[in-house]
């Protein structure tokens, strides 16, 4: 069974700081990593894609990936209460035909 | 923006009847999935379709279970006995295949069965 690990929250920061969110994964052969948010009731939302080891920016948004440690993290800089909600880690499986997702970490940015 | 959409956004059905999820795809894109996601739990891949067979599917996604294209452009997901515990959203999502593997999720309908 292919594992996706997140800290379940909640994490909790205040309007305009960094929030950072954690993700580990079972599947070496993984490598395809995606950050998805999703509010209450509705469904996940692409955030970010990272394919290679390093760092990928995107606006307010870093996503991290380090293969080896089997890791990938998401940076939030100067956080805003709309960026309250669960945010979801999805790892491809091998053979690129499914995602397996993490349980999500719940991110309450308090103004 | 081209979305996934999804019908209807909430069925109700008793245990025992078949139902039957639709989604419509994002227009060139050649990948088609179903995930769930049971209240309070982690989103769950069902099955993965490609050039009108499936790719892969999960153990979840048993002899109950079975999607296909009808018309070139409705992507469906036929539950043929539900059961109590098939409660849950029903998520679609497309690929655009060609090198991408971002997947991109529909709005979601969420099955109640009594």
């Known amino acids: 069974q292919k594992e996706v690990e997140q800290n379940s929250g909640p994490l909790s920061v205040p309007e305009g700081a960094i929030a950072s969110l954690n993700c580990t994964y079972s599947?070496?052969?993984?490598?395809?990593f995606f950050w998805y948010r999703q509010y209450s009731g509705k469904s996940p939302e692409l955030i970010m894609s990272?394919?290679?080891?390093g760092d990928k920016e995107d606006g307010r948004f870093t996503a991290q990936l380090n293969k080896a440690s089997q890791y990938v993290s998401l940076l939030i800089r100067d956080s805003q209460p709309s960026d309250s909600a669960t945010y979801l880690c999805a790892v491809n499986s091998f053979s690129g035909n499914q995602f397996y997702f993490g349980t999500g970490t719940s991110l309450t940015v308090i103004p | 923006e081209p979305e996934v959409t999804q019908t209807p956004s909430h069925q109700v059905t008793q245990m025992g009847q078949e139902v039957i999820l639709r989604c419509v795809p994002i227009?060139?894109?050649?990948?088609f999935y179903w995930y769930r996601q049971i209240l309070g739990q982690k989103v769950e891949f069902l099955v993965s379709f490609y050039n009108n067979e499936i790719s892969e599917k999960s153990e979840i996604f048993d002899d109950q279970f079975s999607v296909e294209r009808p018309d070139g452009s409705n992507f469906t997901l036929k539950i043929r006995s539900t059961k109590l515990e098939d409660s849950a959203m029903y998520f679609c999502?497309?690929?655009?295949?060609?090198?991408?593997?971002?997947?991109?999720f529909g709005p979601g309908t969420r099955l109640t069965v009594t």
């Open positions: 599947d070496r052969g993984s490598q395809s």
């Open positions: 990272i394919y290679s080891n």
């Open positions: 999502a497309t690929n655009p295949g060609q090198g991408s593997y971002e997947q991109y």
């Open positions: 227009s060139n894109h050649l990948y």
